[in-house]
């Protein structure tokens, strides 16, 4: 029979099968070649949904952009201004209505068992009166306002380490030495009285809690 050939050509290789087929890179499956415009890949946001008290499908959010910006534009909040893009206001509210729904033990109990937010709930009255079944009260978004001051910007409200409860201070080393009963977790002493008779808050990770209450 007709011996093979050990001088071919590399094409001519290629063309009897000898080889694996030559490509070019730039065409290789999932490599785009050369000149082709990126893709425009644009930001993908949780969008905010207010929780207004008639329990709408995806809601995250205790307070709307408007009520924050009308909320810190009173009290001057350095944190809080007109150069925050809406998607960093957003996700702040997201955060800090995360931080409310997960920290605070709240009186009475969810108006539905499926709702995914703490609030609206049955069953709970203040001073003033009693919480309708279809409210969120004014002191829960003012809450979930002050709390995203902090998260866009940590430094902000000045939330004390373990509560503040400092044994000692070496300032050479700085180093700081917590008390044996200093709470594990930041605490925000600026929701001190802001949530009077609508629940406790969860201070450490041993289940202590603190009442909110009025000094």
Known sequence: RQGHRHDLHPQEKEAQGQVAP???????????????PKRDFKEKTMPLIVEDGTLPAGANSFA???????????R???AWTDELAEVQKEAALIRASDWLNRKVMWNGRKASRSQRMAWPRSGVATRDGKIALDEIPAEVVE???????????????APLDRGG????????????AYNGTAPAETVFPSLSGLL??????????????????RG
């Not at 030559?22 to 082709?36: K, L, M, S, V, Y």
């Not at 809450?143 to 409200?157: R, S, T």
């Not at 609508?198 to 603190?210: A, H, P």
């Open 22 to 36: 030559r490509f070019d890179r730039a065409g290789a499956e999932g490599i785009p070649p050369p000149g082709t």
């Open 64 to 74: 709307s952009v408007a009520d924050a910006d009308a909320y810190h534009a009173a």
């Open 143 to 157: 809450a979930c306002c002050e709390l995203a001051g902090f998260f866009v910007e940590q430094d902000y409200l």
């Open 165 to 176: 409860d400092i044994a000692s201070l070496s300032v050479d080393v700085i180093s700081i």
């Open 76 to 78: 001057l909040t350095a």
């Open 196 to 213: 009077a008779g609508l629940g406790t808050v969860c201070t450490g990770k041993g289940g202590g809690i603190m009442e909110v209450g």
